[in-house]
């Protein structure tokens, strides 16, 4: 359904997607790298997406791939929102120069961000064919 739409509007979404999830990490882990590093990284990963699926055996197309780079990232946004303090927290002491030998997070922040990812590439898939 909406692999069908014109790939100006698959490109659109997919940087509206970008833009939420790194306008959410920026906010969620201060410094001013991460405003660079945040979208660079996710332009790569949607480009190396579109990348891998010509390489497979079903050739997905760069729609489909689109698709997903969008839904999978908004997947992770979401799911990335309940351990948002403790990244802020984790990310000020970092900055002030504290270091810890780890950095635990709740299984449950971490149980919920791959599910609501997981979810949102399934949901991607199914809206996709």
Same mark, same amino acid.
């Given at each position: +359904?909406?692999? =069908?739409?014109?790939?100006?509007?698959?490109?659109l979404?997919?940087a509206?997607?970008?833009?939420? /999830? =790194?306008f959410?990490m920026?906010?969620?882990?201060?410094?001013?790298k991460g405003k660079? $590093? /945040?979208?660079?990284?996710?332009v790569?990963c949607?480009l190396?997406m579109?990348l891998a699926g010509?390489?497979q055996y079903?050739h997905w197309s760069?729609? @489909?791939?689109? $698709?997903l780079?969008?839904?999978g990232?908004?997947?992770l946004?979401?799911?990335?929102?309940p351990?948002?303090k403790l990244? @802020?927290?984790?990310a000020?002491?970092i900055?002030?120069? $504290?270091?810890?030998?780890n950095?635990?997070?709740?299984?449950?922040?971490?149980?919920? %961000?791959? /599910?609501?990812?997981i $979810? +949102?590439c399934?949901? %991607?898939?199914a809206? =996709?064919q």
């Amino acid at each position: +359904m909406l692999v =069908s739409l014109p790939l100006a509007y698959l490109i659109l979404m997919a940087a509206a997607a970008t833009f939420v /999830f =790194s306008f959410a990490m920026a906010k969620w882990i201060p410094g001013r790298k991460g405003k660079i $590093v /945040f979208p660079a990284v996710s332009v790569a990963c949607c480009l190396g997406m579109i990348l891998a699926g010509q390489l497979q055996y079903q050739h997905w197309s760069p729609q @489909h791939m689109l $698709v997903l780079y969008s839904f999978g990232t908004v997947g992770l946004t979401i799911g990335l929102f309940p351990s948002r303090k403790l990244m @802020h927290q984790y990310a000020e002491e970092i900055n002030r120069g $504290v270091k810890r030998e780890n950095y635990d997070v709740p299984k449950r922040y971490t149980t919920f %961000a791959v /599910f609501t990812t997981i $979810v +949102m590439c399934f949901v %991607a898939y199914a809206l =996709s064919q």
